[in-house]
């Protein structure tokens, strides 16, 4: 018989492969739906994994969906279709005169930063990305403001008329203005605006203007202009679909808005003025989510791991600290855009494997089956052999309960395209073939692995690792041997484990503004840079209020949070530190002679602290000076968070009908007789010996010969060998 109950929280992580739905109930009791994505219309494949989750309560979205208060979006639908180059390119862009090769000429950074260690240390290598528009469509305006913000060169009026003129004509589906020094000052950019709907009016159009100033005000013209492009090119076209999933969910009764995940953490609405912060929002949820679980188990030091059908994505919590970058990558196009750091590569369970005739060996990727799983899913048109078919033959799999059984997998096929395919071109035998292959892609995550945690100076011994997405229990055990973390977490919703951390972010919008502010060794210039920050701050809480309230959100409620970017004078990279008020005050010291701000000393201090914890006490420079380069502002609203669950240890032994049998499984060049377990059927204190395999409907965590794992009262594993 059906019920109802009172939800409070629904998340939603779509990703090339599956698409996960998180729901938390009004005691913050969680359950996980999955379902195969459905790329032309995601609104589909969301619904299906609703079901799938509310099934284990027995109740239906119909009849319980009304008491939803926060609804959460992360997908990689925008990146996806940057990556493949198949976005909207009828776009416009002014820019100055002179500049109009920018796009195409990048920065240098933009020609290695794809790059792997060996590609950089050597410069071997030196390509451009292919421009997402055409040169055509570029069009230059005389007039300059300078660094300080002076018009040194007023804007030529003729010139825009000419070129605007010349982008109408084209039939161009906006248009981009991104001039120099905007972010200093906006006139011109204002002035090429009035200028261009005056002529649209003229000529009975009407397109949108998009003002890099108004959408990213930061230093950096190259990454700005990238960031307004890309805005319009494969972030816009979907919004239609963020949309119809929000009217699809009204529809069933959930009177919830929806929010996407933003790249920097917090939630936005599918109808804001500009969509590039949730480019990225699927691995962002997974940093979220790891973050929540460092302050529940206490623990300084977590590196996230996030296996996925198309890629392996990798991110370190700090001290507790989690780093945003403000100068990050997406297609190989640096971008201003502010971005939780974390770094990925091509390596999913959904990654093709190849035999390459030219250099007689295996390779993976870049391409991915995504949500057609591999040749073993008899009903796609894969050709090609997958991580997951080699899986599948090596007995990591259980061909009759992929989703639970609702995909039935081929295990014969599957052998007989790896035989084809990769082991007669070797001359070896399709299992070794098989094994060899997945060695070959965790071997590459181990070293992406180890390699994020020592760029920074650190050992894997500095850290616990957790592991999640569909593909992480299935493969931690091979792509953490060899490294010596303090623990190995893998939670039982590992499958859902972004759209877990798209429930522990607050609705929020952060805005930033470059202020390239200087504080001498001498403490001088604290007036100037106070007063600065002080009106910098409140720019910006204005500007987020007005987000609020075009939503309709009360900005009573909102928390407003003010923080710096800043730097010890002449370094590279800057660090993000909060401040604990939004107006600062001003001393006058008459021995000094001078003003002092009590909290500006306090930013300072914290920004000491926290480099000494990050990059340790040598290397600290306070002798310099400081370099302030943003001013942050985030506004808060919180919304209701998931409880990590609570049960009660019972023995080491699981209870027998948590057994499913005996299945042999293929490792280190044997055979082993694994023992099968129900993952749900496990209780928290169980140990679970490999040789095993441990399933559940959305996921498989393997524990290879001369491992365990422990489940623990929050019902995560911790994996020892």
Known sequence: MLKTKNLIAMAFDTGGTMSDTFIIDEKGIFVVGKAQTTPDNESDGILISIEDALEQWNIKIEDSGHSIGALVYSGTAMVNRLLERQGNSNIGVIVNAGFEDLHRLGRALQCWIYLDYGGRLHAREHEHPEPLIPRKQIKGV??????????????????????????????????????????????????VKMIAEKIMKENGKEIPIILSSEHNPVRGETPRLNALIIEQYAAEPSRKQLINIAETLRQKGVPAPLRILTTYGGTMSPYHKTLIPTMVSGPIGGMIGTQFIAREYGIKNLVSSDVGGTS??????????????????????????????????????GMYVKYNDISSRLEFG???????????????????????????????????????????????????????????????????????????????????????????????????????????????????????????????????????????????????????????????????????LSSTWKELKNNIIKEFESEGRDPNQMIFKPSLRLQYFGMLDDLEVQSSVEEL?????????????????????????????????????????????????????????????????????????????????????????????????????????????????????????????????????????
């Open 366 to 532: 870049p391409e991915s089956a995504g949500y057609k799983i591999g040749v073993c899913n008899e009903k796609s048109d894969v050709e090609t052999v997958t991580m997951t078919d080699c899986s599948l033959i090596l007995g990591y799999l259980n061909p009759d309960y992929f989703l639970g059984g609702k995909v039935s997998l081929n295990k014969d096929r599957a052998y007989n395209y790896i035989e084809e395919q990769l082991a007669k071109p070797l001359k070896a035998d399709p299992y070794i073939t098989a094994r060899g292959s997945l060695d070959l892609i965790e071997i590459n995550m181990k070293n992406h692995l180890n390699g994020m945690i020592q760029g920074l100076g650190f050992r894997p011994e500095n850290y616990t690792l957790i592991s999640f997405g569909g593909g992480g229990p299935l493969h931690v055990a091979g792509y953490s041997k060899g490294l010596t973390f303090q623990d190995i977490l893998i939670p039982e919703w590992a499958p859902a484990f972004s759209a877990f951390g798209c429930c522990c972010a607050d609705h929020s919008y952060r805005h930033e503004k470059s202020v390239d502010l200087v504080i001498p060794p001498d403490g001088s210039m604290i007036a100037f840079v106070s007063s600065i």
């Open 142 to 191: 005389r007039g300059r403001i300078n660094f300080w913000g002076d018009e040194l060169i007023p804007l030529y009026k003729k010139d825009v008329e000419k070129v605007v003129e010349a982008l109408l004509n084209m039939n161009v589906d906006s248009i981009c203005v991104c001039l120099l020094c905007s972010y200093m000052n906006s006139s011109h950019e204002l002035q």
């Open 312 to 349: 392996f994505d990798v991110g370190l919590v700090m001290e507790r600290y989690v780093p945003t970058k403000w100068e990050s990558s997406l297609g190989r196009f640096i971008l201003n855009i502010p971005m939780i750091g974390l770094d990925s590569i091509g390596a999913g369970t």
């Open 585 to 721: 005050t001003l001393n006058y010291s008459a021995e000094l002679q001078r003003y002092d701000s009590p909290e500006l000393e306090e930013i300072v201090r914290r920004y000491d602290n926290l480099f000494e914890d990050i990059f340790r006490r040598g290397t600290k420079s306070p002798e310099l000076g400081y370099h302030i380069t943003k001013a942050i502002g985030t506004g808060i609203v919180p919304v209701p968070k998931p409880k990590l669950p609570v049960h009660e240890l019972s023995g080491e032994k699981p209870d027998d009908n948590a057994s499913k049998g005996i299945r042999d499984i293929y490792w280190d060049n044997k055979w082993y007789e694994a023992l099968i377990w129900e993952m749900n059927l496990i209780n928290a204190g169980n140990i679970i010996k490999g040789p095993a395999v441990i399933e559940a409907p959305a996921t498989t965590l393997f524990v290879p010969p001369g491992a365990q794992v422990k489940l623990d009262k929050h019902r995560i594993f911790h994996l020892e060998v």
